[in-house]
Antibody
């Protein structure tokens, strides 16, 4: 059974850097055709895809946020970390990590398992 | 502004059929990329409802069905039940953005 859980600060000040950790079980990110993505949802707004990391360390970023995002993995710990720099109040929202798998371009595939999400508030 | 367009809300009486549209463009759905659907209840993780346009994961009732044509896709819910009240999102891949894109979400209300 695949599970994912997000963790990180609940309150961040503007201009600071946010670091979120996704701890997962039920699969290995060293297995081919596996990936973990980050998705966020501002209050009352739609879901927004942020980043994806592949089993082979290939990475994809939302082009509108690319300069602020870094996604990394620690296969031995079954963790994926997302860092976002220069936080702004508009970055407030619930951040989810999710599992993707499949052949070819992972981004084509569905998010079949999600974490419960973690609410991040950006405020001074 | 979400890349994929969904109606903000739809409603129906118990037992009725409702459909939710998801309109894209030639850089996503119209390019042939698959569409996936999620059900999102408050304070819970989104749940995969339909993948690859028409397929239901194990455990999803056959009251939920998906279709795709041209630059659009649709989710249909038949035999509407109170527990179906949720927000539904479509998702696909966009060639120009080189990544996943979502619709704005549709709130389903059971009257």
């Amino acid at each position: 059974q695949i599970t994912l859980r997000e963790s990180g600060p609940t309150l961040v000040k503007p201009t600071q850097t946010l670091t979120l950790t996704c701890t997962f079980s039920g699969f290995s990110l060293s297995t081919s055709e596996m990936g973990v993505a980050w998705i966020r949802q501002p209050p009352g707004k739609a879901l927004e895809w942020l980043a994806l990391i592949y089993w082979d360390d290939d990475r994809r970023y939302n082009p509108f946020l690319k300069t602020r995002l870094t996604i990394t993995k620690d296969t031995s710990k079954n963790q994926v970390v997302l860092t976002m720099t220069n936080l702004d109040p508009v970055d407030t929202g619930t951040y989810y990590c999710a599992h993707q798998s499949g052949s070819g371009e992972l981004s084509l595939h569905e998010f079949d398992y999600w974490g419960q999400g973690t609410l991040v508030t950006v405020s001074s | 502004q979400p890349v994929l367009t969904q109606p903000p809300s739809v409603s129906g009486a118990p037992g009725q059929r409702v459909t939710i549209s998801c309109t894209g463009s030639s850089s996503n759905i119209g390019r042939g990329y698959d569409v996936h659907w999620y059900q999102h209840l408050p304070e819970t993780a989104p749940k995969l409802l339909i993948y690859d346009n028409t397929n239901r994961p194990s455990g999803v009732p056959d009251r939920f069905s998906g279709s795709k044509s041209g630059t659009s896709a649709s989710l249909a819910i038949t035999g509407l039940r109170a527990e179906d009240e949720a927000i539904y999102y479509c998702q696909s891949y966009d060639y120009d953005l080189s990544g996943s894109v979502f619709g704005g979400g549709t709130k389903v209300t059971v009257l």
